[in-house]
T-cell receptor, first 115, second 112 residues
Framework: GQQLNQSPQSMFIQEGEDVSMNCTSS?????WLWYKQEPGEGPVLLIA?????ELTSNGRLTAQFGITRKDSFLNISASIPSDVGIYFC???????????????FGQGTILTVHP | DTEVTQTPKHLVMGMTNKKSLKCEQH?????MYWYKQKAKKPPELMFV???????INESVPSRFSPECPNSSLLNLHLHALQPEDSALYLC???????????FGQGTRLTVV
């Protein structure tokens, strides 16, 4: 099946620092999504990307859909303690074939923010 | 409103029990999903329903049986589960396949 390689696996940063994480795939994705998940809760959608090259912001968060359609990144500026959680990239593979409709997740980035 | 509601929030069941997980959305979404998630791991896709029809079954054991009674509801029927099936079960919905998916808060299932 489709694989999404997300990095880094974990980050320990100081409050106020910027954060960057990315996701890559060996195959083309039509849609890239970024989620944040806190303990005991479901993933919360942060940003959705639909076009190659698209750059979208949501407050201190910025994400981009790579022009090759095989990667995406998420940046968080001026981190605060409540940014703590697990961040997942996810995507829908290119239409056609047995992977159509399979919303696939990366392995996640565990973010820890020290005050 | 982007709410997906899952019930119950917690469930403990024996290996011989039969139980059901429920998921509801009123956003008019036509795609609904079941995922299984273990601690510190990404969600793993189990089933996808599109326009109330099962479109994807990720080789899930038959002790898990999905059902989509109507466009707003998705159930997951559980029977003869094993302790290793203990996990957070997540439901999600999207306008259609390939659109952003919204998740419920999950059901924490413990099989004893």
């Amino acid at each position: 099946g489709q694989q999404l390689n997300q990095s880094p696996q974990s980050m320990f940063i100081q409050e106020g620092e910027d954060v960057s994480m990315n996701c890559t795939s060996s195959s083309i994705f039509n849609t890239w999504l970024w989620y944040k998940q806190e303990p005991g809760e479901g993933p919360v959608l942060l940003i959705a990307l639909y076009k190659a090259g698209e750059l979208t912001s949501n407050g201190r968060l910025t994400a981009q859909f790579g022009i090759t359609r095989k990667d995406s990144f998420l940046n968080i500026s001026a981190s605060i303690p409540s940014d703590v959680g697990i961040y997942f990239c996810a995507g829908f593979p290119n239409a056609g074939g047995t992977s159509y409709g399979k919303l696939t997740f990366g392995q996640g980035t565990i973010l820890t923010v020290h005050p | 409103d982007t709410e997906v509601t899952q019930t119950p929030k917690h469930l403990v069941m024996g290996m011989t029990n039969k139980k059901s997980l429920k998921c509801e959305q009123h956003m008019g979404h036509r795609a609904m999903y079941w995922y299984k998630q273990k601690a510190k791991k990404p969600p793993e896709l189990m089933f996808v329903y599109s326009y109330e029809k099962l479109s994807i079954n990720e080789s899930v054991p038959s002790r898990f049986s999905p059902e989509c009674p109507n466009s707003s509801l998705l159930n997951l029927h559980l029977h003869a589960l094993q302790p290793e099936d203990s996990a957070l079960y997540l439901c999600a919905s999207s306008q259609d396949i390939q659109f952003e998916a919204f998740f419920g808060q999950g059901t924490r299932l413990t099989v004893v």
